[in-house]
């Protein structure tokens, strides 16, 4: 998979490098980094603050077909402790390499599944002792899951990855019961609106929360507002 620099690119009004700084400085981390998976020209666009020796060595040793960290973790849907890819034979190679720059193999790759079929995986790490990191993680993952799904929203919307992945295909049903929820009406409100069962309404919501890539249906609307889908209420 070839990689694409996103710090290299123009992103109006955000400097991407200072998220990642930000969510160390705030959460007691040492390190962060985003790569997203691109479905559609099978590349991998990420940003990083680690140390610039080891982004060069990664890429040199041609890490980002190897990593389990991205790798494996890209096909789960809950976040992945670094503790479990530990039997996995390239984790021992990655790291032992990555040791030498000062970065632990303590740590945590949260996935995020977006509207395309496009996929982001943010990951922290922190050097401490297992026990040190277990009280650690328990505080902050609201906190950093949070924080990989705005990151990847952010990225997916960028003109350059937008243009290419393309809008989800919502039914114009799905954009009508989206937009009276967006209005702020319930479930039966909206039932009685359309003259169709509750049970209809649930079921068109499902289905447009996983084309949106949505954990909730707050966050459908969410995104279906920044994408023009809907309006804003």
Same mark, same amino acid.
């Given at each position: 998979m070839a990689v694409i620099d996103?710090? @290299?690119?123009p992103f109006p009004d955000n400097d991407l490098e200072k998220f990642l700084d930000?969510?160390?400085?705030?959460?007691? $981390? !040492?390190?962060?980094? #985003?790569? *997203?998976?691109?479905?559609?020209?099978?590349?991998?666009?990420?940003?990083?603050? #680690?140390?610039?020796?080891?982004?060069t060595h990664y890429v040199n040793q041609n890490y980002v077909n190897r990593d389990p960290t991205l790798l494996l973790a890209?096909?789960?849907?809950?976040?992945? !402790?670094?503790?479990?890819l530990r039997q996995e034979p390239s984790f021992d190679m990655v790291f032992s390499d990555a040791h030498d720059f000062g970065i632990s193999d303590q740590g945590l790759t949260i996935p995020v599944r977006g509207p395309f079929g496009d996929i982001g995986l943010f990951s922290v790490t922190r050097k401490c002792s297992a026990h040190d990191w277990a009280l650690?993680?328990?505080k902050i993952l609201g906190d950093l899951q949070q924080a990989a799904v705005h990151l990847h929203d952010h990225v997916i919307q960028s003109e350059? $990855?937008?243009?290419?992945?393309?809008p989800p295909a919502l039914s114009?049903?799905? /954009?009508? /019961? $989206?937009?009276?929820?967006?209005?702020? @009406?319930?479930q039966? !409100?909206?039932? !009685? +609106?359309?003259? +169709?069962?509750?049970?209809? +309404?649930?079921?068109?919501?499902?289905?447009?929360?996983? @084309?949106?890539? %949505?954990?909730?249906? %707050?966050?459908?609307? *969410?995104? %279906? +507002?920044?994408? *023009?889908?809907i309006y804003p209420a």
């Amino acid at each position: 998979m070839a990689v694409i620099d996103l710090s @290299k690119l123009p992103f109006p009004d955000n400097d991407l490098e200072k998220f990642l700084d930000s969510v160390c400085e705030t959460h007691e $981390l !040492d390190f962060a980094a #985003y790569a *997203g998976m691109n479905p559609v020209t099978q590349t991998v666009h990420g940003f990083v603050n #680690y140390p610039q020796e080891w982004q060069t060595h990664y890429v040199n040793q041609n890490y980002v077909n190897r990593d389990p960290t991205l790798l494996l973790a890209k096909r789960s849907i809950a976040p992945v !402790d670094w503790q479990r890819l530990r039997q996995e034979p390239s984790f021992d190679m990655v790291f032992s390499d990555a040791h030498d720059f000062g970065i632990s193999d303590q740590g945590l790759t949260i996935p995020v599944r977006g509207p395309f079929g496009d996929i982001g995986l943010f990951s922290v790490t922190r050097k401490c002792s297992a026990h040190d990191w277990a009280l650690l993680k328990a505080k902050i993952l609201g906190d950093l899951q949070q924080a990989a799904v705005h990151l990847h929203d952010h990225v997916i919307q960028s003109e350059a $990855l937008s243009s290419v992945l393309g809008p989800p295909a919502l039914s114009a049903r799905e /954009i009508e /019961i $989206l937009q009276w929820t967006a209005a702020g @009406k319930s479930q039966q !409100d909206t039932a !009685d +609106i359309l003259s +169709i069962s509750h049970r209809t +309404i649930e079921v068109h919501l499902r289905s447009a929360r996983e @084309k949106l890539g %949505a954990l909730t249906t %707050a966050q459908a609307i *969410g995104r %279906a +507002i920044s994408r *023009g889908l809907i309006y804003p209420a």
